[in-house]
């Protein structure tokens, strides 16, 4: 039996992904302004952390029939929880140094107006992504911005290549043989589609943990029709 393929109109999806909004605790949906143009969101308004501005981006990916989010939103922190640079970079430091997953010793950070920058060098980039996520959910953050590097131990490209082929095998809703990966000195590029922002969220997390990896090019497309 063939399936219908329904294109939803800009009018469906805006009000698709306000009500999404309207669904996550996370953020005050009254406070965020969507736009869609051919199927491209535009989020505009301000919240009160950065968290939430991520929130509300995750929200609007979860829409099915959004190809991509233009994250315009401001980050406002109300006054008695803004902090001062050097109060956040305190905060920073001990954040990075409770957590067991980030070697807080090979990571430095720069503060200035509640934007975070983290830099140092790690062997595995889930530990660069995971330095980030402990940092952006801080109170009086208003950005992180990451420039930790990655420098892994020699894997040869093909290796690194079956090892991100197993993992999708094992944790994607769809057979690795449908997502291309392709590694050139520790970049692994992945290219074809998914039927979902989840599906590709998955996808990015199995690759993110594979040995030898210092960076992800994701040319994945999201298509719930295909």
């Given at each position: 039996m063939q399936t219908l393929t329904v294109h939803k109109t800009d009018t469906e999806i805006q009000s698709e992904v306000l009500k999404e909004l309207k669904w996550d605790s996370r953020f005050k949906a009254s406070e965020i302004g969507v736009a869609?143009?051919?199927?491209?969101?535009?989020?505009?308004?301000?919240?009160?952390?950065?968290?939430?501005?991520?929130?509300?981006?995750?929200?609007?990916?979860?829409?099915?029939?959004?190809?991509?989010?233009?994250?315009?939103?401001?980050?406002?922190?109300?006054?008695?929880?803004?902090?001062?640079?050097t109060e956040l970079a305190q905060a920073?430091?001990?954040a990075l140094m409770w957590d067991i997953l980030v070697p807080e010793q090979k990571i430095r950070?720069?503060?200035?107006?509640?934007?975070?920058?983290?830099?140092?060098?790690?062997?595995?980039?889930?530990?660069?992504?995971?330095?980030?996520?402990?940092?952006?959910?801080?109170?009086?953050?208003?950005?992180?911005?990451?420039?930790?590097e990655v420098a892994p131990p020699k894997v040869s490209a093909r290796a690194v290549r079956e090892e991100i082929e197993e993992a999708l095998e094992r944790r994607a809703e769809r057979e690795a043989d449908k997502i291309g990966v392709s590694v050139n000195n520790g970049v692994v590029t992945l290219t074809g589609k998914v039927r979902s922002?989840?599906?590709?969220?998955?996808?990015?997390?199995?690759?993110?943990?594979?040995?030898?990896?210092?960076?992800?090019?994701?040319?994945?497309?999201?298509?719930?029709?295909?």
């Open positions: 869609v143009h051919e199927g491209i969101v535009t989020l505009t308004g301000n919240v009160e952390n950065y968290p939430a501005k991520l929130a509300a981006r995750e929200a609007a990916h979860r829409v099915a029939s959004v190809l991509d989010v233009a994250d315009e939103i401001q980050v406002n922190v109300p006054g008695i929880f803004e902090k001062n640079d920073v430091r001990n950070s720069t503060v200035s107006h509640g934007l975070v920058t983290i830099e140092g060098t790690v062997a595995f980039l889930s530990e660069k992504d995971e330095a980030e996520h402990v940092v952006r959910r801080l109170q009086g953050v208003h950005g992180v911005i990451n420039r930790i922002w989840t599906e590709k969220d998955a996808v990015l997390g199995s690759v993110r943990h594979a040995p030898g990896v210092t960076r992800v090019d994701d040319d994945l497309r999201v298509d719930p029709f295909f």
